[in-house]
């Protein structure tokens, strides 16, 4: 028995030689006595997409979280690149190379999808108050090349006749590419996607599937990708890790964790 899904694995990006960029060491997440995570552990590998699946409570948002820094680890660690980001703060993490969507929007309603994507360029920046202030020539600089950025991502991702219209007037498949595009603009290296397919239809769905793994190739990305959609997650990812009550239950290629029995009994509540 296995979950049906319309197409099973991505294509792997053939310029990439599948370093690994994220590696999730034995995370353990507490809060009060509820144990969220208990001992993840899994690897992204440079170039490739992985999908990240389990029921609701399962604890995908959890671990999400705690990439962003938003939460706190109990046990374990996070290294990107190698490096631990456990001590970074959360308004540094875009400055690392990891941008992030939400499941929940969090765009400015009133401003406009140019605007709010040039918000993105300004969380990875490295300028602050005072060279904002004073316009040094860096600082000038790296504003062009934002500005420049923010026109390719509006072109790449067809949003060029509601650049200037606030977020707020446009339908919510719109918004979605506008928040892809705020964690795009910064060049992350590794991009995690929270429900990207929530409250869209099929066929915005099968769009943002095509549209994900153009994305990774043309960006030349590390995809993390949480979503409850089964298609979509088996048509884009190269590599899938399943949680449930915390705890990962299975890893492999979309096939392989398809066929998984402990997947089937998390989703289903039986194995034939």
Same mark, same amino acid.
């Not at 941008?99 to 490295?126: C, E, K, P, W, Y």
């Not at 991502?153 to 339908?171: G, K, M, Y």
């Given at each position: 028995?296995?979950?049906?899904?319309?197409?099973?694995?991505?294509?792997?990006?053939?310029?990439?030689?599948?370093?690994?960029?994220?590696?999730?060491?034995?995370?353990?997440?507490?809060?009060?006595?509820?144990?969220?995570?208990?001992?993840?552990?899994?690897?992204?590998?440079?170039?490739?997409?992985?999908?990240?699946?389990?029921?609701?409570?399962?604890?995908?948002?959890?671990?999400?979280?705690?990439?962003?820094?938003?939460?706190?680890?109990?046990?374990?660690?996070?290294?990107?690149?190698?490096?631990?980001?456990?001590?970074?703060?959360?308004?540094?993490?875009?400055?690392?190379?990891?941008?992030?969507?939400?499941?929940?929007?969090?765009?400015?309603?009133?401003?406009?999808? @140019?605007?709010?994507? &040039? $918000?993105?360029? +300004?969380? %990875?920046?490295?300028?602050?108050?005072?060279?904002?202030? !004073?316009? #040094?020539?860096?600082?000038?600089?790296?504003?062009?090349?934002?500005?420049?950025?923010?026109?390719?991502?509006?072109?790449?991702?067809?949003?060029?006749?509601?650049?200037?219209?606030?977020?707020?007037?446009?339908?919510?498949?719109?918004?979605?590419?506008?928040?892809?595009?705020?964690?795009?603009?910064?060049?992350?290296?590794?991009?995690?996607?929270?429900?990207?397919?929530?409250?869209?239809?099929?066929?915005?769905?099968?769009?943002?599937?095509?549209?994900?793994?153009?994305?990774?190739?043309?960006?030349? @990305?590390?995809?993390? &990708? $949480?979503?409850? +959609?089964? %298609?979509?997650?088996?048509?884009?990812?190269?590599?899938? !890790?399943? #949680?449930?009550?915390?705890?990962?239950?299975?890893?492999?290629?979309?096939?392989?964790?398809?066929?998984?029995?402990?997947?089937?009994?998390?989703?289903?509540?039986?194995?034939?």
């Amino acid at each position: 028995m296995a979950i049906a899904a319309e197409s099973i694995g991505g294509t792997p990006n053939p310029n990439k030689s599948f370093g690994t960029i994220l590696e999730v060491r034995d995370v353990v997440v507490k809060f009060g006595g509820i144990v969220a995570l208990d001992r993840v552990s899994f690897d992204v590998p440079e170039g490739l997409i992985v999908g990240m699946i389990g029921p609701n409570g399962a604890g995908k948002t959890t671990l999400f979280n705690c990439l962003s820094r938003l939460y706190e680890v109990d046990e374990g660690d996070i290294l990107f690149d190698g490096q631990s980001i456990l001590r970074n703060q959360k308004h540094q993490i875009s400055q690392l190379g990891i941008g992030r969507t939400f499941q929940n929007l969090a765009l400015f309603a009133s401003m406009s999808v @140019l605007d709010n994507i &040039l $918000v993105g360029a +300004h969380s %990875g920046s490295r300028s602050d108050f005072f060279s904002d202030a !004073v316009r #040094l020539p860096w600082v000038l600089r790296e504003n062009r090349l934002s500005h420049a950025r923010a026109r390719d991502l509006i072109s790449t991702l067809d949003l060029e006749e509601v650049a200037h219209i606030p977020v707020a007037a446009l339908p919510f498949g719109t918004q979605k590419r506008v928040e892809l595009a705020r964690a795009l603009v910064s060049r992350p290296r590794l991009l995690l996607l929270d429900e990207p397919a929530s409250g869209l239809n099929h066929k915005e769905v099968d769009l943002f599937a095509s549209l994900i793994r153009t994305i990774r190739d043309q960006n030349n @990305l590390s995809i993390l &990708l $949480v979503e409850h +959609h089964m %298609g979509l997650v088996m048509k884009v990812s190269d590599r899938v !890790v399943a #949680l449930d009550f915390g705890r990962k239950i299975a890893e492999g290629t979309p096939a392989e964790v398809q066929a998984n029995d402990s997947v089937i009994e998390a989703y289903l509540g039986t194995v034939n």
